[in-house]
């Protein structure tokens, strides 16, 4: 879902849509200005890559996302030799070319990636906004247009994974949590197109499996899944048949679980 809308210099620019939960989007934007890195943290599905998006058009900046791996190193980000006919060369990775151009970089699951990476991240998140670049001898000066943005879930990552304390106090943070029920319904519609009131039960379904978070299941589901059933639904696929394909089997493979699962299902649609 796109949206039309002005930059911060007057220009007309194509948006993706993002229904704001508070003030996360003035938020942002002085952290832009103000050249300070933000750090996400949400469970997944809950619109921080949306937003990123959302915010790199409005500020009318370039975005350059990575989705994080645990086999992600720190050349996959900087860059590395390659040999061409004409023998080797440079190639910047897209952190490198983010601070070059003075786009937006965002990191997406930061905490997979190998360990190496988020000590190339330290020299560009504090005060001296700087990137060594090792293997050419480059020490790049990160514009002030430059963001580092990083995210992670912090409900499944665990102790050892989680982000070192010299690494975090770097950023400033946002909590992303699911939207409340009436945001929630506003995106599906917004999204998919189904009508209001599928949307209302869609969304009473998820608050219901959210609660028993901790039980059976690891994490409840996020806006996507709830926006994949509305989707089938739309085309025609009966809802409990949608809810079991985009959210119940989604969510587990435990026969019994889904069909506890399933059953929440039937007490809505
Ligand atoms: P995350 O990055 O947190 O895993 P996404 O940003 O990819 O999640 O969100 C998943 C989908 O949910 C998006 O593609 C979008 O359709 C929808 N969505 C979630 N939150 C919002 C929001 N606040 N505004 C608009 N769309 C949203």
Same mark, same amino acid.
């Given at each position: 879902?796109?949206?039309?809308?002005?930059?911060?210099?007057?220009?007309?620019?194509?948006?993706?849509?993002?229904?704001?939960?508070?003030?996360?989007?003035?938020?942002?934007? +002085?952290?832009?200005?103000? +050249? !300070?890195?933000?750090?996400?943290?949400?469970?997944?599905?809950?619109?921080?890559?949306?937003?990123?998006?959302?915010?790199?058009?409005?500020?009318?900046?370039?975005?350059?996302?990575?989705?994080?791996?645990?086999?992600?190193?720190?050349?996959?980000?900087?860059?590395?030799?390659?040999?061409?006919?004409?023998?080797?060369?440079?190639?910047?990775?897209?952190?490198?070319?983010?601070?070059?151009?003075?786009?937006?970089?965002?990191?997406?699951?930061?905490?997979?990636?190998?360990?190496?990476?988020?000590?190339?991240?330290?020299?560009?998140?504090?005060?001296?906004?700087?990137?060594?670049?090792?293997?050419?001898?480059?020490?790049?000066?990160?514009?002030?247009?430059?963001?580092?943005?990083?995210?992670?879930?912090?409900?499944?990552?665990?102790?050892?994974?989680?982000?070192?304390?010299?690494?975090? +106090?770097?950023?400033?943070?946002?909590?992303?949590?699911?939207?409340?029920?009436?945001?929630?319904?506003?995106?599906?519609?917004?999204?998919?197109?189904?009508?209001?009131?599928?949307?209302?039960?869609?969304?009473? !379904?998820?608050?219901?499996?959210?609660? @028993? @978070?901790? +039980?059976?299941?690891?994490?409840?589901?996020?806006?996507?899944? !709830?926006?994949?059933?509305?989707?089938?639904?739309?085309?025609?696929?009966?809802?409990?048949?949608?809810?079991?394909?985009?959210?119940?089997?989604?969510?587990?493979?435990?026969?019994?679980?889904?069909?506890? !699962?399933?059953? @929440?299902?039937?007490?809505?649609?």
């Amino acid at each position: 879902m796109t949206n039309t809308a002005k930059d911060l210099r007057g220009t007309t620019f194509t948006t993706p849509t993002y229904h704001a939960g508070g003030q996360e989007v003035a938020l942002f934007e +002085q952290a832009w200005r103000n +050249q !300070l890195p933000v750090l996400i943290k949400g469970p997944t599905g809950c619109g921080k890559t949306r937003f990123v998006r959302h915010m790199a058009a409005r500020l009318g900046r370039e975005l350059y996302t990575v989705s994080c791996h645990d086999d992600l190193s720190a050349s996959d980000l900087i860059g590395r030799h390659l040999i061409g006919n004409g023998g080797t060369y440079w190639m910047d990775g897209p952190l490198t070319r983010a601070v070059r151009e003075g786009s937006i970089c965002y990191l997406d699951e930061v905490v997979e990636a190998r360990k190496d990476t988020t000590v190339v991240l330290h020299a560009l998140s504090d005060d001296r906004r700087i990137l060594p670049i090792d293997r050419t001898g480059e020490i790049l000066q990160a514009p002030p247009e430059f963001m580092l943005v990083i995210s992670y879930n912090p409900g499944y990552q665990n102790v050892f994974k989680g982000l070192k304390p010299s690494t975090r +106090q770097r950023f400033v943070a946002l909590r992303f949590d699911p939207p409340e029920a009436e945001r929630e319904e506003a995106i599906i519609c917004a999204e998919t197109g189904i009508a209001a009131d599928s949307a209302k039960r869609l969304v009473t !379904l998820a608050n219901a499996l959210r609660s @028993v @978070v901790g +039980q059976d299941l690891e994490e409840g589901p996020g806006t996507r899944l !709830l926006i994949s059933a509305a989707r089938l639904m739309v085309s025609g696929v009966a809802p409990k048949m949608a809810c079991r394909a985009a959210i119940a089997e989604s969510l587990s493979d435990e026969i019994e679980v889904t069909t506890g !699962l399933m059953e @929440v299902v039937s007490a809505v649609f």
